[in-house]
């Protein structure tokens, strides 16, 4: 038997009935046909009932299972089942996945699934398989439901144009913002936070009211959104203020902490709400990593003791470190804190994808409440004009009871008869038809003309209604305010859960706290090496150095510390302690680590000290009085404060720590005038200290004129000068000075200018 080919033969009437299509054509018809599903039927909410297809599917399959929140509940996967044999033919898990989540009042702010059994938890845990919980709705599902019986809303054939769904939920609650919504369509997104509907019903109230209203008068009302599981909102309000008027922008969302104090003296941090949408064992378990990989200098151990509540408990390193400082560092390297995101790209009027402001989401739920009670109002004026009809016919019929009867038994066409002989409509002739024998009583007239009467007030009532848009608003406005009053936050439901405050700056004391403070001695040879031993040994002297050189300085600090370096190109440079290699070998270059000219040299090295302030001059005798602070440098260039002429260089660098400055050159001259002399400057050359004829400045000095002038020998022992003893060579600044006075040092210096 042969086999059939893989390849089916020619059909030349088929070929000569196709046509040729353009492939770009094609594709971009094709693309745009399913960019427009997704956008319209999966990925973006509308704006009015704040609902994605699935979750109105949802919602609407649970009502017709009469699953309502006074009812009995019934298994997940009944109302699954539902769901996709009638309005959503798509996978059982995405369906089951979606209802879980309208049941967790961790993922959803208010949910709209009364949820039996494991619906998951915080940590991430999934439910249970659909067979074994149940579920019915919530009363805010209701709310959302509230009246589709009554023609408040468009219908649409299903799938398999059977049976019919709403286009939309009547939307008794602002759940587009009270809930929020994410979702990813094609070419654009949307994410919205939760918020509190207390404070979106006082909003709404409020542009009812001034339908003008500024976006400044509803972030009054709401002042940013409410996460179901709580935390600290630290977004400053002027960004808040402009993510609502845009409609895109975001949050900064921390989880909520306090301390709690220990014995002796220790302390550990407990965290009682976490960010939205953070998993708490996801969390710990990052944070555990911190430690275990140690990334974190600060973190001693974390633990979860969380049962019904959330109790993550966080213990620091060392008890002096504080505990802000801890929590600042674990904000910026785990979940503790995030940013959400808001873009309030949603379904306007159910059919244009558009980013709205904070008021024009409201006005457009206000809209479609309003648009609800215009369609209900009339959907009840047709039933009570019905009802009246028939009530016409009903009194009709008492009032000619014996000839009715007469009709019905002996005329061969009854309904015509009685049309015919009592003038009636043919719905009233089928309701007296209808009528019940022992209807036929003197009450039942009386209860017929007062339910008549009653009916007739109504209608009126309705029709003056229908005819005032103020009324109209005014009814509006009363369904919010019951809204707003059944999820107060006086309600536990509807108290505010997320709270507000502005974040600490204290990037300084974070990135002084991730260095573990230890004492240091940072050694520099003469030829520009460093090197750092632990803590402060008494003797340096036995250090070896590469062959031709030897110790030029050894400074005591710490591992925190900031060392400021001066060189005579007039530039500071700033180097961390806790980076400088160790001690073992010779170090390393210091021109490695900042961008100095082969042509000069490092001066003096010191830990940097905020509130001290500097005197800097150069080898001409320019000089003026900076700030420490001003002369940290961030860069490797460093930063040019001495500003020096041709063929100058800087010179000297001590601090200010005194009333008197003492100047000597290399002509053994010396000059000691006062401080108040000297400029103080940014950057810039200074003013003159000592004027040379023929020399240059040697060293400066600036000391207390009642503690007196002090000054090392070659030996490394200190002379104090008293002012008495050396008043002869005080004059003013810019002079040329005298010869230094007996037992000055040869080297004409005063000795090391920092300890």
Not at 390 to 417: C, H, M, Q, S, T
Not at 458 to 480: C, F, H, N, P, T
Request: proline residues 5%; glycine residues 8%; hydrophobic residues 40%.
């Amino acid at each position: 038997m042969a086999k059939p080919p893989i390849v089916p033969p020619f059909d030349s009437d088929a070929a000569s009935a196709s046509q040729p299509v353009n492939l770009k054509d094609a594709l971009e018809e094709r693309y745009l046909a399913y960019a427009l599903s997704t956008i319209m039927s999966r990925a973006l909410p509308d704006v009015r009932d704040g609902l994605k297809p699935v979750h109105r599917r949802i919602l609407y399959a649970m009502r017709e299972l009469k699953l309502d929140p006074d009812q009995g509940y019934k298994k997940s996967a009944r109302v699954v089942g539902d769901v996709i044999g009638k309005f959503h033919p798509h996978g059982d898990q995405s369906i089951y996945d979606a209802l879980v989540r309208l049941a967790q009042d961790f993922a959803v702010r208010y949910p709209m699934v009364d949820g039996q059994g494991n619906f998951g938890n915080i940590d991430g845990d999934n439910a249970a398989a659909m067979r074994y919980t149940e579920a019915r709705m919530t009363d805010v599902a209701g709310a959302l439901l509230d009246g589709i019986d009554e023609d408040t809303v468009d219908f649409k054939l299903t799938f398999d144009n059977v049976t019919e769904e709403p286009i939309v939920l009547p939307g008794n609650f602002p759940n587009l913002l009270a809930n929020g919504s994410s979702g990813i369509a094609v070419g654009m997104a949307t994410n919205i936070p939760p918020h509190n509907v207390d404070e979106l019903c006082a909003a709404a109230l409020h542009l009812i009211k001034h339908p003008n209203a500024t976006i400044e008068k509803m972030v009054e009302f709401v002042p940013g959104p409410d996460f179901p599981t709580g935390g600290v909102i630290v977004e400053p309000p002027a960004q808040i203020l402009e993510a609502y008027r845009t409609g895109r922008g975001g949050f900064r969302l921390r989880a909520k902490w306090h301390k709690e104090e220990l014995n002796r003296g220790g302390y550990q941090i407990v965290v009682t709400e976490i960010p939205y949408q953070v998993q708490k064992a996801k969390l710990v378990e990052k944070l555990a990593e911190l430690i275990t990989e140690k990334k974190s200098p600060l973190l001693g151990d974390v633990r979860d003791e969380s049962a019904e509540d959330i109790r993550l408990v966080i213990e620091p390193k060392t008890r002096n470190i504080d505990a802000a400082v801890l929590m600042e560092h674990l904000f910026r390297q785990s979940e503790l804190e995030l940013r959400f995101g808001l873009n309030m790209n949603v379904l306007s009027r159910g059919q244009v994808p558009n980013v709205l402001s904070l008021k024009d989401v409201l006005r457009e739920w206000l809209d479609h409440r309003k648009d609800v009670l215009v369609r209900r109002t009339k959907f009840r004026l047709k039933k009570i004009e019905h009802r009246l009809e028939v009530l016409d016919g009903y009194l009709i019929a008492y009032l000619n009871l014996d000839e009715v009867i007469r009709i019905i038994r002996f005329e061969d066409e009854p309904k015509a008869k009685l049309m015919a002989r009592f003038k009636l409509t043919e719905v009233q002739t089928e309701a007296i038809l209808n009528l019940r024998l022992r209807a036929l009583s003197r009450l039942e007239e009386q209860e017929i003309r007062a339910e008549h009467k009653k009916l007739t007030d109504e209608r009126r009532d309705i029709k003056i209604l229908l005819a005032s848009e103020e009324l109209q608003w005014e009814k509006v406005a009363g369904e919010v305010r019951a809204t707003r009053e059944a999820y107060s936050k006086k309600t536990p439901l509807g108290k505010r859960r997320s709270s507000f405050a502005e974040a600490p700056v204290i990037d300084a004391a974070l990135e002084e706290a991730m260095i573990e403070k230890e004492p240091i001695t940072v050694i520099v040879s003469e030829k520009g090496w460093v090197r750092t031993l632990k803590g402060h040994p008494d003797d340096v002297s036995k250090l070896e150095f590469k062959q031709g050189d030897g110790l030029k300085q050894a400074l005591r600090a710490q591992t925190t510390d900031k060392l400021v370096l001066f060189s005579t190109n007039g530039r500071f440079y700033t180097l961390e302690a806790g980076q400088l290699p160790g001690g073992r070998g010779h170090g390393e270059p210091l021109r490695l680590m900042v961008d100095l000219e082969e042509n000069h040299d490092f001066l003096e090295l010191f830990a940097h000290d905020p509130a001290r302030k500097l005197l800097v001059a150069s080898r001409d005798g320019n000089g003026f009085i900076v700030p420490e602070a001003e002369v940290i440098a961030s860069t490797r260039k460093g930063k040019q404060i001495l500003n020096l002429g041709d063929g100058d260089m800087a010179k000297i660098c001590v601090p200010v720590d005194g009333d008197m400055i003492a100047s000597v050159g290399d002509n053994r001259k010396l000059l000691i005038f006062k401080l108040e002399e000297v400029n103080e400057m940014t950057r810039g050359k200074g003013v003159i200290l000592q004027r040379f004829a023929d020399g240059t400045l040697s060293d400066v000095r600036v000391f207390h004129k009642k503690e007196g002038l002090i000054w090392l020998d070659s030996a490394g022992r200190s002379f104090t000068n008293a002012w008495a003893d050396i008043k002869d060579w005080s004059g003013q600044r810019a002079q040329s000075g005298k010869i230094v006075p007996k037992g000055f040092p040869r080297s004409n210096t005063f000795g090391p200018a920092f300890g």
